[in-house]
Nanobody, 120 residues
């Protein structure tokens, strides 16, 4: 079994910064892709940023230049550094990972979500 546990959300003023973390644990052989999605009230879940193992990082146009995704492959952790936050960044942020288990099954996992609210 695999779990993704997020942390780092909260309330921040416009122009502020937050750093999200997501740790994957359990029966992990390797992790292909780790990334972040978000879902605002009344909207569909959307990709924020994704980081394949050894591949090209992908960002949503709405966060390019403001958000930075990074991975620590030893710790099975992905981070999202969010700078210059705007009210429209308010959403529940979900960690996502495509994980190869110790039985070599490839499964897509989601974290429980962490709320980010940008407001004065």
């Amino acid at each position: 079994q695999v779990q993704l546990v997020e942390s780092g959300g909260g309330l921040v003023q416009p122009g502020g910064s937050l750093r999200l973390s997501c740790v994957a644990s359990g029966s992990i052989f390797s992790i292909n892709v780790m990334g972040w999605y978000r879902q605002a009230p009344g909207k569909q879940r959307e990709l924020v940023a994704a980081m394949p193992s050894g591949g090209i990082t992908n960002y949503s146009d709405s966060v390019k230049g403001r958000f930075t995704i990074s991975r620590d492959n030893v710790k099975n952790t992905v981070y999202l550094q969010m700078n210059s936050l705007k009210p429209e960044d308010t959403a529940v942020y979900y960690c996502n990972a495509q994980i190869v288990s110790t039985s070599r099954a490839i499964v897509n996992y989601w974290g429980q979500g962490t709320q980010v609210t940008v407001s004065s």
